[in-house]
């Protein structure tokens, strides 16, 4: 009974919010297109198209409610299962480039990959220095703002 009790102490500490605000970094690492359907842009970029199967959206909630978050408690329309590192960008639909983002994360960092995607390109930017900023921004959205503004000015 003790060691029941200390397990689901754990597992729910780890959430210090109702849902992620930034991707769990235990089940979201990123990762990219290894099965291209075709590459882009002037560095060759692997690209996957969209292939995240409402089943596959369901295990990645799951999982992160196994860590403590309580993302079924909200309305599903408040979230989106968005690519740490986004498809226009290489990424994979692979589970652990997928995480439940919240409506008000998305806002920061959506803006991102656009500008981001189209200064790849252009060959402004290398594929590892913006999946690099997807990541700072993900991982701490305030920063998306300045990010954005440096992409912007590329």
């Known amino acids: ?13 780890h ?3 109702p849902y992620p605000t930034v991707p769990d970094p235990r089940l979201t690492t990123g990762s990219l297109c290894q099965r291209a359907e075709e590459v882009r842009y002037p560095e060759r ?10 089943h596959q959206k369901d295990i990645i909630i799951q999982n992160y409610e196994k860590l403590g978050y309580q993302v079924r408690r909200f309305n599903r329309n408040d979230f989106k299962i968005d690519h740490m590192v986004p ?3 290489g990424g994979s639909n692979e589970m652990n480039n997928l ?3 919240h409506k008000s994360v998305y806002a920061y960092t959506d803006p991102l990959e656009s500008v981001g995607c189209q200064k ?7 594929q590892a ?3 690099e900023l997807f990541f700072q921004a993900k991982r701490n959205p305030p ?3 300045k990010i954005y503004q440096m992409l912007n000015s590329l």
């Open 1 to 13: 009974m003790i060691i029941l009790l200390v397990s689901l102490l754990t597992s729910f500490s």
């Open 15 to 17: 959430a210090a919010t």
């Open 45 to 54: 970029i692997k690209y996957c198209g969209r292939h995240v199967s409402p």
């Open 87 to 89: 498809l226009c960008a």
């Open 99 to 101: 995480w439940p983002q």
């Open 120 to 126: 790849l390109s252009m060959g402004r930017i290398k």
């Open 129 to 131: 220095a913006l999946i």
């Open 143 to 145: 920063l998306s703002q």
